[in-house]
């Protein structure tokens, strides 16, 4: 750990995000201006992008009220193993990630602390209201995962892909340690982790923008999925993850 602790560690995975992350840490550099610089870390991991990700992050080092990392992994992995690389890096005593788009607002990131303050062990985000996405077919594979996903497998919470979580600093540490699924499924590996743990997990229903510009391959991802799902399933009875 760092010798002086943060409050709070923001990981922002990043993947070919020149465009849409210079307003986001614009956007985070304003919310955090009057706040002290050594409250607040940020961990921008850009995995395997070839674009001026990298760039755009360290343009705002010296302009943000926090301390900003980059991490530029040499591979383009997907984004579990780009979060997995933040949360392992992290130093604060609560660790939060969130897109790179900032679909969710920053005035939700002290909320989740609170709760986890107050006795929470991992904090998600549930998507709530008329959530508008672009695209029949993201609709439709989102809508049928949610209804799979809770009653299925993750009773309770439908929505396991939202893009945004927080954890305890010791339960980031021991949950991202076991995670393994490198895509975007790391979502409901970490879930099913954390109940198998028994750590104490609170949802938060809140408003959230499904803003254009994302570089995700729907169908690649889907397909993934798919894959993945069999392989956390198999980890867990073969006693993987122990």
Not at 42 to 51: A, E, L, Y
Request: with cysteine.
């Amino acid at each position: 750990m760092a010798p002086t602790q943060p409050l709070l560690t923001i990981i922002i995975p990043a993947y070919q995000e020149e465009k849409r992350l210079g307003p986001t840490l614009d956007e985070l550099s304003k919310y955090f201006e009057n706040r002290p610089a050594d409250e607040t870390e940020i961990v921008v991991v850009s995995g395997g992008s070839t674009d001026g990700t990298v760039g755009v992050s360290r343009r705002f080092q010296n302009k943000i009220a926090a301390c900003l990392r980059v991490l530029d992994l040499p591979l383009a992995r997907g984004k579990g193993a780009a979060v997995r690389a933040g949360m392992l890096e992290a130093t604060g005593k609560f660790v939060l990630f969130t897109d790179a788009d900032l679909a969710y607002q920053p005035n939700l990131f002290d909320d989740f602390v609170r709760r986890l303050q107050a006795g929470a062990d991992v904090v998600i985000a549930q998507r709530a209201g008329a959530t508008r996405y672009s695209g029949f077919w993201r609709h439709f594979i989102a809508v049928a995962s949610r209804f799979v996903f809770e009653r299925f497998i993750t009773p309770g919470i439908g929505d396991t892909q939202a893009g945004l979580k927080a954890f305890t600093h010791a339960a980031a540490k021991d949950l991202f340690s076991k995670q393994k699924i490198d895509g975007f499924l790391f979502d409901l590996e970490i879930l099913m982790l954390a109940r198998r743990g028994q750590y104490r997990i609170e949802k938060v229903f809140v408003d959230w923008q499904d803003k254009p510009g994302s570089t995700v391959h729907l169908a690649r991802e889907s397909a993934r999925g798919v894959v993945d799902l069999m392989k956390i399933y198999w980890r867990l009875g073969s006693g993987q993850y122990r």
